[in-house]
């Protein structure tokens, strides 16, 4: 069995050779699964704006679904919908606008990893991790922990998840091969 490509848009594979590749990534499915992921990290004030725009879809009205699907070019949002994306919007910007009332302070990406290459450096080194980072450590703050901008992107792949609080599990009477 030849290599496999693996299509992470289209959740399928196929046999990995010039012809299927180039058929797979040229084709209509490839291409309404790659905009449907893209749609995932949309700015809700501009799915809002488009949704407005459109017209409601007389199939989906009258019978609850629609062929189309996602790719439809009406809207199959109803006004109950629509009204819960507003809120949502008003509430995403109040949220930005008020940032006194945050219990946790958000931490930025470059300051993770400063405090990440920070932390590798002293324990490559054989030195020891400072009062503070140990304290940190010892409440279940460790100073690895993911920024929230990193968690907020849905249906990552497995491979893309953080490892788990107290690392993977290692079995050492393990047989490889």
Request: charged share 35%.
């Amino acid at each position: 069995m030849g290599k496999r490509y693996y299509c992470d848009y289209c959740d399928r594979s196929f046999q990995d050779n010039m012809h299927n590749r180039k058929k797979h990534l040229n084709g209509v499915q490839h291409h309404r699964s790659k905009k449907a992921w893209f749609d995932h990290f949309r700015d809700t004030a501009a799915l809002l704006y488009d949704e407005q725009a459109k017209k409601p879809c007389r199939k989906f009205l009258q019978t609850g679904n629609c062929g189309f699907g996602p790719s439809c070019r009406f809207s199959h949002m109803s006004e109950r919908d629509m009204e819960n994306l507003k809120r949502h919007i008003e509430e995403e910007r109040h949220h930005r606008e008020s940032p006194g009332d945050r219990s946790l302070p958000e931490r930025s990406v470059e300051d993770w990893l400063t405090r990440r290459e920070k932390k590798r450096a002293a324990l490559s080194s054989g030195g020891v991790l400072k009062e503070e980072e140990e304290e940190d450590h010892e409440e279940g703050q460790a100073a690895d922990d993911i920024p929230t901008q990193f968690l907020s992107i849905p249906d990552l792949p497995p491979s893309l998840h953080p490892p788990p609080r107290g690392g993977w599990k290692v079995h050492l009477n393990s047989e490889w091969g």
